[in-house]
Each structure stands twice: as structure tokens, then as C-alpha cells.
């Protein structure tokens, strides 16, 4: 199976699991399956802090059923590590933060990953398959994108999730490379 046909695969999931996602989100989706995070993590000790504020702060219950770990890369190469079940679980945080870090550090998307699955992305719309239209969304999230590949910029921005998304689902998670994956974790992941 190509990794083509196996991201669309992860992006029909995403939707059966968030119906309310937005473009920002399908697009932050395709960024995360192709770069990571996103950026580096130059301070590990607010990283850490960061990752302690949210922990006090998060819900105990969820707005949607989550799992420890989702996929959303072709072969698990990236995950989302879900923190409400992953400390339900007993998940260490300190760990969890490792990996984070040197996902964040180590891990190498390319241009033309993310070219390929936004390629899938644009497909899947002109098919019908999501409840918007691509075309017809004048955000910054599309400015960047029309910007980036009429130019063939190294990397896209990154963009955080809509509005609708967050409330409808309270993400809580962070992203980590399969290799980096606390032990504990990589044998939750279908590859």
C-alpha cells in the first residue's frame, strides 16, 4: 500500500473520530504528519513547564472517546500521545516529555512530504469528502499555503487548531516520533 493511500486513510479516520474538523485542522494534521511538531525545543525546563500547566489544567474527562496513542503519519512513523489516557495509565510525564524533545529536536519532515499528503488532502476535497471547501477558505492557513508553494519554501508555519475544533474536542496531546516513543507506548502503535 502506498503511503499516499495510507494517509488518506489516517486523514478518513481523523474525520470519522473529529467530524468538526476545520481546514486549519486538516492542515495542521498534514503538517504534523510531515514535519513533527513543528518546531525545535531550545528550553527544555519550560517545555517541561509548559507540559506541568497543562496536566494541572486538563479536564479529567474528555469530550471524546481518546486512545493513548493515535497515528498520523504512514507507518506510525509520528503519533499523537494523548495526555488524559496516557496518565490514566500511569504514563510518566517525564518520559513523555523526552520524547517530545527530541521528536521536536531530531525528527525531519521535508518539503516533499508535506507536498505529497497536501496533494492527497486537495484529492479527497475535490472528491467531496469533507464538509468544506478548500478553494473557498480565505484564511491565513490558505494564504500560507498558496504563498509556500508558489514559492517552494522550505517548510510551511505551522498553525494551531481552530476554534471549533478545540471546543468541540479539548486536544491535549503531544507529538512524538515512533522511535523516540516511551517503551511502555511503541507496542500500543499498528504499524
Not at 500560507?144 to 517552494?152: F, Y
Not at 487548531?161 to 511502555?184: C, G, M, N, T
Amino acid at each position: 500500500m502506498s503511503e499516499q493511500h495510507n494517509f488518506l486513510n489516517i486523514v478518513a479516520q481523523h474525520f470519522v473520530r473529529y467530524p468538526w474538523m476545520q481546514p486549519q485542522d486538516l492542515y495542521k494534521l498534514t503538517h504534523q504528519a510531515s514535519f513533527g511538531s513543528g518546531h525545535l525545543v531550545e528550553d527544555k525546563a519550560r517545555a517541561a513547564d509548559s507540559l506541568r500547566q497543562e496536566i494541572a489544567g486538563l479536564a479529567h474527562t474528555s469530550k471524546v472517546a481518546e486512545s493513548v496513542v493515535e497515528t498520523i503519519a504512514p507507518k506510525a512513523r509520528l503519533v499523537r500521545v494523548y495526555l488524559r489516557p496516557y496518565l490514566m495509565n500511569r504514563g510518566n510525564p517525564a518520559e513523555l516529555l523526552d520524547a517530545f524533545v527530541r521528536t521536536a529536536n531530531e525528527y525531519r519532515g521535508s518539503f516533499e512530504l508535506f507536498q505529497a499528503d497536501w496533494e492527497v488532502v486537495q484529492v479527497m476535497a475535490q472528491r467531496g469528502m469533507f464538509p468544506f471547501s478548500l478553494e473557498e477558505t480565505n484564511t491565513p492557513m490558505r494564504q500560507a499555503i498558496e504563498i509556500m508553494q508558489t514559492h517552494q519554501l522550505p517548510e510551511y508555519p505551522p498553525f494551531s487548531h481552530s476554534e471549533v475544533y478545540r471546543s468541540h474536542y479539548d486536544p491535549a496531546y503531544r507529538v512524538v516520533a515512533f522511535d523516540f516513543l516511551p517503551a511502555s507506548l511503541a507496542t500500543a502503535v499498528d504499524r
